[in-house]
């Protein structure tokens, strides 16, 4: 017998891999068939969102399910289809760009076919917002594109030519990503913008300077000062917050800045953002916020004010001073103040890597708060690492629990399920798009489908971790039968097993596994 008429047991593990490769390319097309035409639309969106993932993988195969979106009549495909829109662009530029023009058509689909036209004019320009998010990434691919765009776009909704103010807002939103390409541009767009007769618009120019400081600091600081110097400037606050861009590139200038102001805005802790401004000074100056922290959380009169973000940016003291960060953790799951509760179990999956004993304590004690109950399941997510076990006993308590809210934080974590034990993942995933009651479940059921994008991915590993089915029993039980061998006794070629086996999957539909194997089995 020659060594290339033995069939190792290495050799059966690498037939086993590879076909398990070809089981899952084949199931991931028919969940994305499935999902792509189910007439639920939180299956549809989530599956749409976990287009994403495919991308990753298999390029082609994204464009094509992404141009057949798009394609659609439907809203909710349209809506989510560009909701992803980005997507296309590390992918076909091209494409991407006819579609970012398509934005100053009088309908989508205009003028070929008219699809919220006129008369569905907030469908339409809902959908246009989705688009102009999108533009954010033109000026890298085409400046000159982007600027023909962003003007007009800038001008959809300005109140001397009527329409609706969103678009407008959008693309003032979009600006910051010239600052890289054309600084110089980017500046006279910014002055010009914060002037904008519309006061939605004018509000988003002075909130969008705040990538500047990495490219140009000096000047950052010169219009952060600008900004702050005006009392009457209604975008203070939130030229506060973007001092947080200083503080990796400049760290003094940005303690000097944000001592200068902090005292004015000491009720910022509950402002969408503050959780970047005060974690950037936690990483910077850990005693400085400590002292801030201990100061607004414990005051009597902020009892029941909104320091959610506040509370959220301790997880900046997770790798410098973990005693400290442990020590918030346990004082703001126990707060009386609800926003602190909720700011700090957004933090809690920090705590698994430092303390597992003390998060189990909090993750209990958060489960057994309403309030906290979706940020408390969501917090597993990096048991996946430490106790990929727990992990999994977790998941399938949270995806079966009676609360909702549980259900949902559970579902956003299935994601890191596809890999480590891709059986349960697909057991739990169908769970979630099994949910009674569409409207009151949507949140779930969307967050379940939106997973597979994870499994998708599953596909590039090296070591394919089986999916346990009856086709996987019958798969091992061939590979240690007399099939593998020839007449004289002799293994047949490794290769010509594993393109049987795939052949035999490919054609499955119909095939009663559990009988194939009884036969396999009895010789």
Same mark, same amino acid.
């Given at each position: 017998?020659?060594?290339?008429?033995?069939?190792?047991?290495?050799?059966?593990?690498?037939?086993?891999?590879?076909?398990?490769?070809?089981?899952?390319?084949?199931?991931?097309?028919?969940?994305?068939?499935?999902?792509?035409?189910?007439?639920?639309?939180?299956?549809?969106?989530?599956?749409?969102?976990?287009?994403?993932?495919?991308?990753?993988?298999?390029?082609?195969?994204?464009?094509?399910?992404?141009?057949?979106?798009?394609?659609?009549?439907?809203?909710?495909?349209?809506?989510?289809?560009?909701?992803?829109?980005?997507?296309?662009?590390?992918?076909?530029?091209?494409?991407?760009?006819?579609?970012?023009?398509?934005?100053?058509?009088?309908?989508?689909?205009?003028?070929?076919?008219?699809?919220?036209?006129?008369?569905?004019?907030?469908?339409?320009?809902?959908?246009?917002?989705?688009?102009?998010?999108?533009?954010?990434?033109?000026?890298?691919?085409?400046?000159?594109?982007?600027?023909?765009?962003?003007?007009?776009?800038?001008?959809?909704?300005?109140?001397?030519?009527?329409?609706?103010?969103?678009?407008? #807002?959008?693309?003032?939103?979009? %600006?910051?990503? =010239?600052? @890289? !390409?054309?600084?110089?541009? /980017?500046?006279? &767009? $910014?002055? *010009?913008?914060?002037?904008?007769?519309?006061?939605?618009?004018?509000?988003?120019?002075?909130?969008?300077?705040?990538?500047?400081?990495?490219?140009?600091?000096?000047?950052?600081?010169?219009?952060?000062?600008?900004?702050?110097?005006?009392?009457?400037?209604?975008?203070? #606050?939130?030229?506060?917050?973007? %001092?947080?861009? =200083?503080? @990796? !590139?400049?760290?003094?200038? /940005?303690?000097? &800045? $944000?001592? *200068?102001?902090?005292?004015?805005?000491?009720?910022?802790?509950?402002?969408?953002?503050?959780?970047?401004?005060?974690?950037?000074?936690?990483?910077?100056?850990?005693?400085?916020?400590?002292?801030?922290?201990?100061?607004?959380?414990?005051?009597?009169?902020?009892?029941?004010?909104?320091?959610?973000?506040?509370?959220?940016?301790?997880?900046?003291?997770?790798?410098?001073?973990?005693?400290?960060?442990?020590?918030?953790?346990?004082?703001?799951?126990?707060?009386?103040?609800?926003?602190?509760?909720?700011?700090?179990?957004?933090?809690?999956?920090?705590?698994?890597?430092?303390?597992?004993?003390?998060?189990?304590?909090?993750?209990?004690?958060?489960?057994?708060?309403?309030?906290?109950?979706?940020?408390?399941?969501?917090?597993?997510?990096?048991?996946?690492?430490?106790?990929?076990?727990?992990?999994?006993?977790?998941?399938?308590?949270?995806?079966?629990?009676?609360?909702?809210?549980?259900?949902?934080?559970?579902?956003?974590?299935?994601?890191?399920?596809?890999?480590?034990?891709?059986?349960?993942?697909?057991?739990?995933?169908?769970?979630?798009?099994?949910?009674?009651?569409?409207?009151?479940?949507?949140?779930?059921?969307?967050?379940?489908?939106?997973?597979?994008?994870?499994?998708?991915?599953?596909?590039?590993?090296?070591?394919?971790?089986?999916?346990?089915?009856?086709?996987?029993?019958?798969?091992?039980?061939?590979?240690?039968?007399?099939?593998?061998?020839?007449?004289?006794?002799?293994?047949?070629?490794?290769?010509?097993?594993?393109?049987?086996?795939?052949?035999?999957?490919?054609?499955?539909?119909?095939?009663?596994?559990?009988?194939?194997?009884?036969?396999?089995?009895?010789?």
């Amino acid at each position: 017998m020659t060594l290339e008429q033995i069939l190792t047991e290495e050799d059966k593990a690498s037939i086993l891999n590879e076909v398990e490769r070809e089981r899952r390319r084949i199931l991931i097309e028919r969940l994305y068939k499935i999902g792509l035409e189910h007439p639920q639309k939180a299956i549809r969106y989530g599956t749409i969102k976990a287009l994403s993932g495919l991308a990753k993988v298999d390029p082609s195969k994204f464009v094509q399910l992404f141009e057949k979106v798009i394609d659609s009549k439907d809203y909710t495909n349209l809506y989510s289809g560009f909701e992803i829109l980005e997507t296309l662009a590390n992918i076909d530029a091209n494409k991407f760009v006819d579609i970012c023009k398509m934005v100053k058509w009088d309908s989508w689909k205009c003028p070929k076919e008219k699809v919220y036209s006129t008369n569905d004019i907030n469908l339409w320009e809902s959908l246009r917002c989705l688009i102009v998010k999108s533009f954010k990434v033109l000026p890298s691919i085409n400046v000159d594109i982007y600027l023909e765009l962003y003007k007009w776009g800038i001008t959809h909704g300005h109140p001397f030519i009527g329409s609706y103010p969103f678009v407008a #807002e959008e693309t003032a939103n979009t %600006l910051d990503a =010239l600052v @890289s !390409v054309d600084k110089e541009r /980017f500046l006279k &767009l $910014f002055e *010009e913008g914060a002037y904008e007769p519309t006061p939605f618009v004018s509000s988003k120019f002075k909130q969008k300077f705040d990538s500047l400081a990495v490219v140009d600091s000096d000047t950052f600081i010169d219009l952060y000062k600008q900004r702050i110097a005006n009392k009457y400037d209604g975008g203070r #606050e939130s030229a506060f917050i973007s %001092l947080h861009m =200083l503080a @990796s !590139v400049r760290p003094s200038k /940005f303690i000097e &800045l $944000f001592d *200068e102001s902090i005292g004015e805005f000491q009720n910022i802790g509950g402002s969408d953002g503050a959780d970047k401004l005060f974690g950037a000074l936690a990483r910077i100056n850990p005693e400085k916020f400590l002292q801030i922290y201990e100061k607004q959380v414990n005051c009597s009169e902020n009892k029941y004010q909104n320091l959610k973000y506040l509370a959220k940016s301790i997880d900046c003291l997770a790798d410098k001073r973990p005693k400290s960060f442990i020590r918030l953790c346990e004082r703001g799951m126990n707060s009386e103040n609800p926003s602190v509760k909720i700011g700090t179990a957004q933090t809690l999956y920090k705590l698994a890597t430092l303390n597992l004993t003390k998060f189990l304590e909090l993750y209990n004690l958060g489960m057994k708060d309403e309030s906290i109950q979706g940020e408390t399941a969501e917090s597993i997510i990096d048991l996946a690492n430490i106790n990929p076990i727990l992990f999994v006993e977790l998941c399938q308590k949270g995806i079966n629990h009676k609360s909702k809210l549980v259900r949902y934080g559970t579902a956003k974590v299935l994601g890191k399920l596809a890999s480590l034990n891709p059986t349960t993942w697909f057991i739990l995933y169908k769970k979630g798009l099994q949910e009674k009651d569409e409207e009151e479940n949507y949140n779930v059921t969307l967050a379940a489908a939106e997973s597979l994008g994870s499994f998708v991915q599953t596909l590039t590993e090296k070591e394919q971790n089986s999916l346990i089915d009856d086709e996987y029993n019958f798969l091992i039980t061939y590979l240690h039968s007399k099939y593998t061998k020839n007449p004289d006794r002799n293994h047949r070629p490794k290769q010509e097993i594993q393109q049987e086996l795939i052949k035999l999957v490919r054609n499955s539909e119909g095939i009663d596994y559990q009988k194939l194997q009884r036969i396999l089995e009895a010789g």
